[in-house]
């Protein structure tokens, strides 16, 4: 039981995560370009692959 429970965490903080990063990207379009927007994650992205 205690295993799921900590799956069932997880899960939650993945959605969640997701949530947010999706709410921040629709805040980041209201006032930036789609381009602007894709460059700026595009690095982001670049960050967190080299944290590894």
Request: net charge negative; proline share 0%.
């Amino acid at each position: 039981m205690n295993n799921n429970s900590g799956e069932q965490t997880n899960d939650f903080l993945r959605r969640s995560s997701i949530t947010y990063l999706e709410c921040a990207i629709s805040l980041m379009l209201s006032h930036m370009s789609r381009e602007e927007v894709a460059s700026i994650l595009e690095q982001e992205s670049k960050i967190v692959r080299e944290l590894g």
